[in-house]
């Protein structure tokens, strides 16, 4: 049975690792690259980064949030500032977090992956007033924001990396002759827009046949909407969840 790894290049090869030694035969296929963003962005992620320790609370969308917004926090604040709540999405996100802020403070976390979770926590019920940064990638997460903003909180954003799609990811997917039996496991709606972006310019006429996974219920409808026929809900976007959404399946 043929996988689709789809993670970015960064994390695709521990995936693929996973996923061979539960026996499938993974195909890569990157869907996703992660970038800093460039010298134009400097000066309003400076601006966010100095004024830290004018928040309440501090969240971070995942790890690649911790692993480029943390870069600027190690550069302008020798010391962490203090009186701030620091919180990640997810366990993995949480557990980069934390080796960055090196005991000096713990983060929060929800147990899965999604906003919707993170909005659950004790310390996201009583927001009125607080002004709250977000770190995230370039136009990531909005669900999060609107609610904590109708909840009476002041919301910024500090943007510091972006999201593309890699330039070989057509010539792969081409290559590797994909049939209506292979998995394609998608941990974003933003991966599952470039695998049927690049399946369409492909001319691959079979693309809304394949066995697509997807991390949750607003990615499937959005996979529905697109004409994807096989679509398989796992519980989070986290690598063991998806894991066990395929096992389970197969």
């Known amino acids: 049975m043929r996988v689709f790894a789809t993670r970015p290049e960064q994390q695709n090869s521990a995936w693929i690792t996973q996923l061979e030694r539960k026996g499938f035969e993974a195909v890569a296929l990157p869907l996703l690259e992660i970038k800093s963003l460039g010298a134009q962005y400097a000066a309003s992620i ?3 980064v100095f004024d830290l320790d004018h928040y309440h609370i501090i969240i971070f969308v995942s790890q690649n949030a911790v692993r480029f917004g943390m870069d600027w926090v190690d550069d302008l604040w020798p010391q962490l500032p203090i009186d701030v709540s620091w919180v990640a ?3 993995k996100t949480a557990s980069s ?3 960055r802020l090196s005991g000096l403070a713990e983060a929060q976390s929800s147990l899965a992956m999604t906003s919707e979770s993170l909005l659950e926590l004790d310390l996201m019920q009583r927001v009125k007033d607080k002004k709250i940064l977000i770190f995230r990638g370039l136009g990531g997460r909005t669900v999060l924001a609107k609610e904590l ?3 009476g909180a002041l919301v910024d954003y500090c943007e510091t990396y972006q999201r593309l799609l890699p330039l070989s990811s057509i010539g792969l997917l081409v290559d590797a002759k994909l049939s209506s039996g292979d998995a394609v496991p998608v941990f974003s709606g933003e991966a599952l827009a470039n695998f049927h972006e690049i399946a369409s310019e492909a001319g ?4 809304s046949e394949v066995k697509l996974f997807v991390p949750g ?5 959005s996979a529905l909407a697109l004409g994807f026929k096989h679509v398989v809900t796992a519980l989070n976007a986290g690598e063991s969840a998806m894991l066990k959404a395929i096992c389970t399946y197969y």
């Open 204 to 207: 691959v006429l079979n693309w």
């Open 89 to 91: 999405i997810g366990e």
């Open 217 to 221: 219920e607003r990615v499937r409808n």
């Open 97 to 99: 977090l934390n080796c």
């Open 46 to 48: 400076k601006r966010r």
């Open 149 to 151: 903003s109708k909840r």
